[in-house]
Each structure stands twice: as C-alpha cells, then as structure tokens.
C-alpha cells in the first residue's frame, strides 16, 4: 500500500536520545507523500534535555509538518470522533506509555490519541525506545504484541553490553512498517538481529 496522501498522526513520546532519528522518521513519512499530524506526549512537548531544546523541536515539527502539535488531552480527543487519521505512529515508545496502553489507561495526549483512534478500528505503530523493555516493560509488550490493530516496527537490544534491558526499533523499517499495517498486516521479522 501506499503513503502518498494518508493522513498519518505522529506521536512522540519521551525518549529524547532518539529524537534526532525521530524527526528523520518524521521526514521520510512526509517524502513518501503523506500528510503528518504531529502529537507530542507532554513531556515530550516541554522539556529541555542534553539532547536538545523543546522548543527546538516544536519548531522543527512545525516547520516540517505545516500543523500544529497536538500535545494535550482536550485536543487529542477529536481524533476518534472524527475519524482524523488514517494510522497512528507511536515513536518514540517508552515504557510508561507502553504500560499505560496495555492497561488501558489514556491520561496523556498519546494514550488518549490512542484510545480514540482505536475506536475507529483503525491501526496503530509502535516503534519502540525504552531501557527497561526486557525488564518491567517485557509484560506490556507481550500483551501488545497479541492486540488486535497494533503493529511494532521491527526492534532489537541497542546497547546489550551496558544496557542489556534496553530495545529500541529500527527506525529505518517505519515506513515498511507502516505500509504492511494500511494493510492489516505486521512486518516480520519482528525481532531484528
């Protein structure tokens, strides 16, 4: 299936080390010809970090997107009722938002994107980035891997030496990732080498 012209949400949540390859992701999505709504967990929307300054990237999502970011609960909400997107991208995924999606918990912008997207029985990404995904995190993940309109970009171990509970995806499968899931499908292999 095709990207060009899908209206696909993008939400970021806050892992900030990766949000320089985030916001490649962002692009290539946007060069393959699809319409990018920006969402922003709040956390992610406000805090500066060594990797980088907020408003840095709000600016750069701005700019590249064309849309504002949606980056609170009262205006994440309409994307269910109105049938906003085509798919939703969670990426960076970390792993209280992974946890608060497998219990059905929505008390953030992305978690509420979520819920509200679901509704429409339309699919959601996952791209991974959390330290403790073969910790805490391992439970969530498994129960997310079984739901019924939830697709994972492709992930692996990062770092296994100094942190071996740590997954992140592998960025450059997302917009494969998203195709094969437009399609009801998940990539494989999951689990990247």
């Known amino acids: ?22 916001i490649a992701a962002i692009e290539s999505l946007a060069a393959a010809g699809a319409e990018i709504i920006p969402l922003m967990s709040e956390t992610a929307y406000s805090t500066d970090t060594r990797f980088g300054d907020a408003e840095y990237f709000r600016r750069t999502i701005r700019a590249m997107t064309g849309h504002d970011i949606i980056h609170t ?62 910790g805490a995190a391992a439970q969530n993940i498994g129960r997310l891997l079984t739901r019924k309109h939830l697709y994972f970009v492709p992930f692996s171990q990062d770092d296994y030496i100094h942190k071996p509970n740590s997954l992140v995806c592998d960025f450059s499968k997302l917009n494969d990732t998203v195709e094969y899931a437009l399609d009801g499908r998940q990539i494989q292999p999951v689990l990247a080498v």
Do not use: Y
């Open 1 to 22: 299936m095709e990207l060009k012209n899908k209206k696909i949400g993008f939400a970021m949540c806050g892992s900030f080390c990766t949000f320089k390859k985030t």
């Open 73 to 134: 609960i009262h205006d994440a909400e309409p994307i269910g009722p109105k049938g906003i997107l085509d798919i939703l991208v969670i990426l960076p995924c970390t792993g209280n938002t992974l946890a608060k999606l497998a219990n059905g918990i929505a008390d953030s912008s992305v978690t509420l994107a979520a819920k509200a997207h679901l509704r429409n029985d339309r699919p959601i990404v996952i791209g991974i980035s959390t330290n403790d995904a073969l």
